[in-house]
């Protein structure tokens, strides 16, 4: 069977290899060149290049059925009629190139066209102004050859970059932002104008994007695109611009699964869109709307990262190459081609001219007449050659006999009304038509200019930037998730987790904290929060690990192993490794914690030391407070509290914290708190000081000093740290008299997070001006018989202190275009000289110091107690 089986076996062997080589890559360049990449003359890919012809041939000025058009581009390529459907559909939408009629869908909504038997479309009218021309359009063959199709179509605008374009090929891809209509314009204006020009994405969708990270568009940049989200009240949320790539349907989607997850707290989120994108969002209750926007942006599609790759044929090979140079190349094409339209333009121009005059000679000197006697044809044209001979030399070519054939068909209806003065005017405009164009050939820059400005002026109406560019800040997911689960802990068996309900509660959290846990053994470790996990025995402490946290300090006594002393430390744990074992003792073996406490805003304590009932110490029981010991770092092994043997500590009383306030900047681009020295320095807060807001709307608003407040940038006039007893200088103007007024108050609300209006309701009513200060001094801009002068005003003389509902005096002037505060030189306080520095006593500063240790130590030696400041023999530690 074997033998028969090598007998009728095929003994030829195909090379798989080089096959697989040579139609790999015809396959991919197909792909790259035919399909996904769009070329950089006109910024289509095939199918659309396809499109746009075939509703150029179509084109009639009336709309046409989408599914005619379909079997129109058909004949140009055997694309499925499936991607030509959704090909128009994606140009249709753009509201650029196509003007549409029935339902199209909604790219905000994610809603699909309808069937391409019951939606129209036509070219509009900018198509028609700046793809289409003939005369400069490279022509090739259509697939089977019977029709003729554009290479590219002759383009005179940034086409790729408004529209953008998304395309996967093979071994690479593409991914161009749209860009803005009129910035495009204005920024190919720049560059012939010889300018630097920097390009931005622009969303039809709207929204906001940080650009900070963009790259030009390059491979490695990056955008982040937010949806703008609104406080509508304390229990609503509502978003009014989505980001771009996503549908109302995708964003509703993502925040029901965040909120399953338990990453956010809502009641309900109803899609309200219409005219305008509304989707509303139902909070839970006791959720703060701060917390909950920033959650929304970390947790779900509220905020979306977009990569861009632009990747463009250029001379059939793809290229990446930044959207600056897009543009550039962009307009060096249109300006080449400008230069073949006024050439061609100019050219017709002398052939008509050339014409005119031929006729105008051959009528006015009747050659016609001399043609009456010819019996051949070829005796007529060698008579009308011989006829214009004279005036040869005028015309700017050779007479051919195409010419002189032209000239013979003329109709005698023509020749007998002809009129010499009308020729004339022809000849005249003509001739004023041509300096005209020659004019523009001498000067083609200013002659492009003039044409993108007249693209602008003519279709940059409602084409304005959509996408508001800003900063974004950084949120930290584990701050703003919502509190999803409870820790629990059994401290006897060292395990934590959300899983052990029966054992001791803790706090709630998110699934996403890191939990920090302090053993009896001096051991400090940070681990990811889990259903269980085992930490270690004997926990005194487990809580949430806030990474970075500056004002939690923890307060610790322990009993050195190997000394036998019992020390006090007081330290913070900013930065930790996950899982990793610190010990916070000297490491001696035996050593034990008798003490520990966790004191969020830096607070010190007061704690009862119990000695050893065999202690040889006189005084087996004394107080100690922690507030009398520096914070240091994690690794600090502390001070000595008493080398006497400890049985055990006692809390005995709470202490204030011993952290200075906390300095606090207002960075406006955001609209964001932060202790990064990042913006406007508002001052040192400390724990019940409060933010005053002022909005342009006239309303104050009173607010905590959390880093997760939210203030709107373009509503917010100014913002100041609160003191109660000042009085609040106010400039404001009523629309309702259209007059100017100022008023000084002070605030007698004590509400937070609710505005209080203290200018008129009338509509169009604003706050120019608002600050804290007894005494305000502005500088007032106004404008006067068309001019614009400036005065400097002493608010306190204008007005006194009133309530603040009170409208105010009339300001002495009118049509104020701005209010500037004029900063004293006096309001600083500086130490000028030394005169101003007074001694406290005539002891010098070394007299006071030993003087004040000699009562330190005596006190100590009074209670036969070694504190962490001196040792036993007295001597300074």
């Known amino acids: 069977?074997?033998?028969?089986?090598?007998?009728?076996?095929?003994h030829d062997v195909v090379p798989v290899s080089g096959m697989y080589e040579n139609w790999?890559?015809?396959?991919?360049?197909?792909?790259?060149?035919e399909r996904a990449v769009p070329a950089i003359e006109d910024g289509l890919k095939p199918v659309q290049r396809r499109i746009l012809h075939a509703m150029k041939e179509m084109d009639d000025g009336r709309y046409n059925?989408?599914?005619?058009?379909?079997?129109?581009?058909?004949?140009f390529h055997p694309h499925g009629d499936a991607s030509i459907s959704d090909a128009i559909v994606n140009i249709g939408q753009k509201d650029l190139l196509i003007d549409t009629q029935g339902n199209w869908g909604d790219v905000r909504t994610g809603d699909s066209a309808a069937a391409p038997r019951y939606i129209e479309a036509r070219l509009s009218k900018f198509a028609l102004d700046v793809i289409y021309n003939p005369q400069t359009t490279e022509w090739q063959l259509s697939y089977d050859g019977r029709k003729k199709e554009p290479v590219t179509f002759p383009v005179k605008f940034p086409l790729l970059l408004t529209q953008g374009v998304e395309g996967i090929a093979v071994g690479l891809s593409t991914k161009i932002l749209p860009h803005n209509f009129c910035e495009l314009i204005q920024g190919a204006i720049g560059l012939l104008k010889g300018k630097k020009v920097k390009l931005y994405p622009d969303f039809l969708t709207g929204g906001k994007i940080d650009v900070s990270d963009y790259n030009d568009g390059r491979r490695g940049g990056k955008v982040r695109v937010r949806a703008t989200i609104v406080e509508e009240d304390s229990r609503t949320l509502i978003i009014k611009d989505i980001p771009f790539a996503t549908t109302t349907t995708s964003l509703i989607e993502s925040i029901v699964k965040a909120n399953d997850k338990g990453k956010i707290k809502i009641k309900q989120v109803v899609d309200n869109t219409a005219k305008d994108i509304e989707?509303?969002?139902?909070?839970?209750?006791?959720?703060?709307?701060?917390?909950?926007?920033?959650?929304?942006?970390?947790?779900?599609?509220?905020?979306?990262?977009?990569?861009?790759?632009?990747?463009?044929?250029?001379?059939?090979?793809?290229?990446?190459?930044?959207?600056?140079?897009?543009?550039?190349?962009?307009?060096?094409?249109?300006?080449?081609?400008?230069?073949?339209?006024?050439?061609?333009?100019?050219?017709?121009?002398?052939?008509?001219?050339?014409f005119s005059s031929l006729e105008k000679i051959f009528i006015e000197n009747r050659i016609y007449r001399d043609i009456e006697e010819c019996e051949t044809w070829e005796a007529v044209l060698d008579t009308i050659d011989k006829g214009l001979d004279p005036y040869k030399p005028q015309f700017y070519r050779e007479i051919t006999q195409d010419d002189i054939i032209r000239l013979t068909e003329i109709k005698i209806k023509r020749i007998s009304k002809f009129d010499s003065f009308k020729a004339d005017e022809l000849m005249k405009k003509l001739g004023d038509d041509l300096k005209e164009t020659e004019h523009h050939l001498a000067h083609l820059t200013d002659y492009a200019i003039s044409y993108y400005q007249n693209l602008l002026d003519k279709y940059g109406k409602g084409r304005e930037r959509k996408t508001e560019i800003t900063n974004f800040d950084t949120i930290a997911a584990t701050v703003v998730a919502a509190n999803n689960a409870k820790l629990y802990v059994n401290r006897q068996d060292g395990f934590i987790g959300y899983g052990l309900k029966k054992d001791e509660f803790v706090s709630d959290c998110s699934d996403i904290d890191d939990v920090i846990v302090f053993r009896k053994d001096g051991i400090c470790q940070v681990t990811r929060i889990q259903d269980k996990v085992f930490v270690g025995k004997n926990i005194v402490y487990v809580g949430v690990f806030k990474k970075g946290d500056e004002r939690m300090v923890y307060n610790m006594a322990y009993s050195d192993g190997k000394s036998g002393r019992t020390m006090v430390k007081r330290f913070q744990v900013l930065s930790i490794t996950r899982d990793k074992e610190y010990e916070l003792t000297k490491g001696g073996k035996g050593s034990k914690v008798h003490h520990f406490s966790a004191s969020p805003n830096g607070e010190a304590e007061v704690v009862t030391v119990y000695l050893t009932a065999s202690s040889t110490a006189?005084?087996?029981?004394?107080?100690?407070?922690?507030?009398?010991?520096?914070?240091?770092?994690?690794?600090?092994?502390?001070?000595?509290?008493?080398?006497?043997?400890?049985?055990?500590?006692?809390?005995?009383?709470?202490?204030?914290?011993?952290?200075g306030g906390l300095d606090i900047w207002y960075d406006p681009?955001?609209?964001?708190?932060?202790?990064?020295d990042r913006g406007e320095y508002l001052g040192n807060f400390k724990a019940e000081d409060q933010i005053i807001v002022f909005y342009k709307e006239g309303s104050y608003e009173l607010t905590s000093f959390e880093m997760t407040n939210r203030y709107e940038v373009n509503q917010v006039l100014s913002l100041t740290k609160f003191e109660a007893e000042q009085v609040i200088s106010a400039i404001h103007f009523d629309a309702?008299?259209?007059?100017?007024?100022?008023?000084?108050?002070?605030?007698?609300?004590?509400?937070?997070?609710?505005?209080?209006?203290?200018?008129?309701?009338a509509k169009n009513s604003k706050l120019l001006y608002a600050d804290?200060?007894?005494?305000?001094?502005?500088?007032?801009?106004?404008?006067e018989k068309n001019k614009h002068l400036k005065e400097v005003y002493k608010l306190e003389d204008q007005i006194d202190v009133k309530g603040w509902k009170a409208i105010g005096n009339k300001f002495p002037v009118q049509n104020i275009q701005k209010v500037v505060r004029i900063e004293r030189k006096d309001e600083v306080v500086a130490i000028e000289s030394e005169e101003n520095i007074k001694p406290v006593a005539d002891e010098k500063p070394e007299t006071l110091l030993e003087k004040l240790k000699s009562e330190v130590k005596g006190e100590v030696e009074k209670e036969d107690n070694q504190l962490g400041l001196f040792g036993a023999n007295g001597k300074e530690k």
């Open 1 to 10: 069977m074997s033998e028969q089986l090598e007998e009728n076996e095929i």
């Open 24 to 33: 790999f890559l015809d396959y991919a360049s197909y792909v790259i060149l």
């Open 65 to 75: 059925k989408v599914a005619n058009i379909i079997g129109s581009t058909m004949q």
């Open 279 to 354: 989707v509303q969002i139902k909070l839970a209750p006791g959720t703060s709307p701060d917390i909950t926007i920033d959650a929304l942006y970390a947790f779900t599609d509220c905020e979306v990262s977009i990569s861009p790759n632009a990747c463009i044929i250029i001379a059939d090979k793809p290229h990446f190459i930044g959207v600056s140079e897009i543009l550039a190349q962009s307009v060096d094409q249109t300006v080449d081609l400008l230069k073949q339209e006024l050439e061609i333009r100019k050219a017709e121009l002398l052939e008509k001219m050339l």
């Open 618 to 659: 006189r005084k087996k029981v004394f107080d100690f407070d922690f507030a009398d010991i520096e914070i240091k770092g994690r690794a600090a092994g502390g001070n000595i509290l008493t080398k006497y043997p400890v049985r055990k500590v006692q809390f005995k009383a709470a202490g204030k914290s011993t952290l």
């Open 669 to 676: 681009t955001i609209g964001r708190l932060n202790t990064d």
């Open 736 to 761: 309702s008299s259209k007059t100017a007024y100022v008023k000084r108050f002070q605030v007698e609300t004590t509400t937070t997070n609710k505005r209080f209006l203290f200018i008129t309701e």
């Open 772 to 783: 804290l200060g007894e005494s305000a001094e502005v500088e007032v801009t106004y404008r």
